[in-house]
């Protein structure tokens, strides 16, 4: 299988600087990342021209790690599905929606992370502060949980999803490690089982 390089960039996106992108005669395999990218205006079904012959998008979410789209053989027969001006606006629509909802998101759980992450001494805080602060690391756990669900579902729309996904990541690591400070501490200073 041949693999996209600077001597050998990929047919559909141009990527040249690694190796993620594959094609042979049957499938081409084109890799979504945050510097090469299949058109955002593709979809299933579409035809796409490489290597002197047409291809076919057959699947969106294809490859080892579901980042890929997949390419197969068209038949000559076929014909190009062209989009219409509807199609094309729905689509723009769509991902200013994504967009608007991730940087929300952002907003909303920075704010809740830093909340999180000013909690006071455990020591120092009565039984009803901690009630508190473990509802509030664990619903701040589970947005942050579902913010990377979403950037990751969403990742060809939105912009610098890489740069999002790991930034909501690394909160979660934060939040879930001052959980598991709070359990500890309730559990043997307390003497309360979770």
């Given amino acids: 299988m041949n693999h996209s390089s600077r001597k050998n960039p990929c047919p559909v996106c141009g990527r040249n600087t690694d190796d993620k992108c594959r094609w042979n005669d049957s499938n081409i395999f084109c890799y979504c990342g945050e510097s090469f990218h299949p058109p955002i205006t593709l979809r299933r079904g579409d035809i796409f021209e490489a290597f002197g012959r047409r291809w076919k998008l057959a699947k969106l979410n294809g490859g080892f790690s579901g980042g890929s789209y997949i390419f197969a053989p068209a038949s000559d027969d076929e014909p190009v599905r062209r989009q219409t001006r509807e199609e094309r606006e729905q689509y723009r629509k769509q991902i200013d929606l994504s967009n608007h909802k991730a940087k929300n998101t952002l907003s909303r759980l920075r704010a809740k992370v830093h909340r999180c992450l000013a909690l006071p001494a455990f020591e120092g805080m009565t039984i009803s502060e901690v009630r508190d602060a473990n509802l509030l690391l664990q619903s701040t756990f589970d947005d942050c949980d579902f913010a990377v669900k979403f950037v990751m579902q969403n ?40």
């Fill in 155 to 194: 990742r060809r729309m939105i912009v610098n999803a890489k740069k999002l996904s790991d930034t909501f990541v690394i909160w979660s690591r934060s939040v879930k490690y001052q959980k598991r400070d709070l359990d500890v501490f309730v559990s043997t200073h307390l003497g309360i089982l979770q």
